[in-house]
């Protein structure tokens, strides 16, 4: 009988040196040794699996990446030191001067600044498709398209992309379907089990879950693995080995740790969604999310992140922030601290208002990422804060 995830996750990859360690040890090492020059002349030759340098191959990051690897059900990947180094080498590595790139609209801030800024310097074209429209897609597709880019759920509106109707639509138009899964994670969401040909992440977030640390993972088919870990390293975005052991260790409590946060913001949002201080209030496990069916086809849960428009705007905004006294005001998302945003006046400062508008940044818009905190701790916060806005 095939071991389910959660047990694959924990038991794959464990590197012991004869010391016998239960727990990886970490490989703090740039080099690697050989005993001789025939050794390291068939290394270097590829006919070994031996590592060479901590910027190509790594004991403690191969633990890591594997174990993405068996969560996502994906052949192989390459782990990089950030999200953002993973998103760029799966573009560089893939795209060329005169191909076309589909992206949807919603994507994370710094995705956005890569595709505009800097892919265009290489004669590489994009089109931005609504994320949830997809009757828009097809007018997108042109003879050079080569690459579907989404992110879902989309962040921070939480809309949902249908990952089912993605993997048939990049298929039909023969497109790498790419899938940044870093809000959902893969103990909720699995994208190539739909299609999906690449899933990139940010492991800062969830997959560390903590608030310690950067990292990033590409997986995915084996062949286009292959064209990503050539680029990374001759470029260098290694995940550093130290990053790689303790994100390893993370993953085997990621599961559970994202059913609480799961449970957790599932009760603050049916708690504030009737707020008399709210105009909307969106969570992909509530009836009342526009695609409530799609996620709960597509997702095991409705994940650790809630947002919801205050009816007071941008100074409603500023007051919420203002007056909570416990929930972190940070940049960052998936702790075991709750966290509250309000991308308008942060994040998504630099968009014009329409650029907002068109990704649906409103005003108002609070996001919240849900710790692992007593869920009544964070919504009792919640709540005296959006009184005094
Ligand atoms: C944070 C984030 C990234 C970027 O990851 P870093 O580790 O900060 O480089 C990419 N995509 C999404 C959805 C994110 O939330």
């Known amino acids: 009988m095939s071991q389910h995830p959660q047990t694959k996750v924990i038991r794959t990859g464990v590197a012991r040196t004869n010391q016998m360690e239960h727990s990886s040890p970490l490989f703090l090492t740039s080099s690697f040794c050989f005993d001789n020059a025939e050794e390291m002349r068939a290394t270097f030759a590829d006919e070994t699996d031996n590592n060479i340098y901590s910027r190509f191959s790594n004991p403690s990051v191969k633990e890591f990446t594997d174990r993405v690897v068996v969560l996502e059900g994906a052949e192989e990947g390459y782990a990089t030191a950030s999200g953002m180094s993973a ?36 004669g590489i074209e994009y089109t931005y498709v609504p994320a949830t429209n997809t ?28 990952l089912e109707f993605a993997g048939k639509f990049a298929k039909k138009h023969h497109l790498i379907l790419n899938v940044d899964n870093c809000f959902a994670t893969p103990v909720c ?20 879950g903590q608030g310690r640390m950067l990292g990033g993972v590409v ?3 084996s ?32 599961d559970v740790r994202m059913e609480r946060h799961a449970s957790n ?18 969570y992909p496990y509530l009836k009342s999310h526009p695609q409530h069916n799609i996620a709960v086809k597509q997702m095991k849960n409705g994940g650790g992140i809630v947002c919801f428009e205050l009816k007071g705007g941008l100074e409603a905004g500023r007051n919420f922030l203002n007056n ?9 998302l998936g702790d075991t601290k ?36 007593h869920a009544d701790d964070v919504l009792a916060d919640i709540k005296q804060a959006l009184d005094k806005a």
């Not at 997108?140 to 509106?157: F, H, I, Q, S």
């Not at 470029?235 to 994100?247: K, M, Q, R, Y």
């Not at 996001?367 to 905190?373: D, H």
Request: net charge neutral.
């Open 189 to 208: 969401q699995r994208p190539i089990d739909f299609g999906a040909d690449l899933v990139v992440h940010s492991a800062t977030k969830w997959m560390d």
């Open 87 to 122: 998103i760029f080498a799966s573009f560089m590595a893939l795209l060329k001067t005169g191909d076309h790139l589909i992206s949807c609209n919603a994507i994370f801030g710094s995705t956005h600044t890569i595709i505009t800024k800097f892919l265009s310097r290489y």
């Open 338 to 373: 709750s966290i509250a945003s309000h991308p308008a006046s942060t994040t998504h400062a630099k968009l014009s208002e329409k650029e907002r508008q068109d990704v649906n940044i409103t005003p108002g818009l609070i996001r919240i990422s849900v710790g692992l905190e």
């Open 223 to 254: 062949e286009l693995i292959h064209d990503i870990y050539l680029f990374c390293r001759s470029t260098g975005p290694a995940l550093s080995p130290f990053n790689a052991w303790v994100l390893s260790k993370s993953l085997e409590t990621l």
């Open 324 to 332: 909570l006294k416990m929930l972190s005001l940070t940049a960052n």
């Open 135 to 162: 009757d828009d897609w097809e007018k997108a597709v042109r003879p050079n398209t080569k690459m579907l880019y989404l992110e879902t759920p989309t962040n921070p509106g939480l809309d949902i992309i249908d």
């Open 265 to 282: 913001a599932l009760h603050i949002a049916k708690s504030l969604e009737s707020h008399p201080g709210i105009s909307w209030l969106k």
């Open 219 to 221: 997986v995915g088919k």
